[in-house]
């Protein structure tokens, strides 16, 4: 059964950092594309960034987060990470660990976690 926890959601003041963490489990971690999207309430999920473990690994993001999060994996743990830098109030939102449908992460995700929430404010 796949399994991914997210961790690591809080409040957190404009310009400031902080780190997600997701631990998966259930799957081979080493072969698929992870992905974390996100949601605010009444909204839709946005994807916000993908990493692929593949022959080479391959990390892009959308347009929202780029320069700012960086997202990275520990194969050996089998732990999904996401770092926020700079963060902005319109970063406040749920967000989700999800494994990918295919090493490829151009294919997306099939499984989310049950999300965390990070609130961003002063």
């Known amino acids: 059964e796949v399994q991914l926890v997210e961790s690591g959601g809080g409040l957190v003041q404009p310009g400031g950092p902080l780190i997600l963490s997701c631990a998966a489990s259930g799957f081979t971690f080493s072969i698929y594309s992870m992905h974390w999207v996100r949601q605010a309430p009444g909204k839709g999920l946005e994807w916000v960034s993908g990493?692929?473990?593949?022959?080479?690994?391959?990390?892009t993001y959308a347009d929202s987060v780029k320069g700012r999060f960086t997202i990275y994996s520990d194969n050996s743990k089998g732990t999904l990470y996401l770092q926020m830098n700079s963060l902005k109030p319109e970063d406040t939102d749920v967000y989700y660990c999800?494994?990918?449908?295919?090493?490829?992460?151009?294919?997306?995700?099939?499984?989310w976690g049950k999300g965390t929430l990070v609130t961003v404010s002063s």
């Open positions: 999800a494994k990918g449908l295919h090493t490829d992460v151009d294919y997306g995700p099939d499984y």
């Open positions: 990493i692929s473990n593949g022959n080479g690994i391959i990390r």
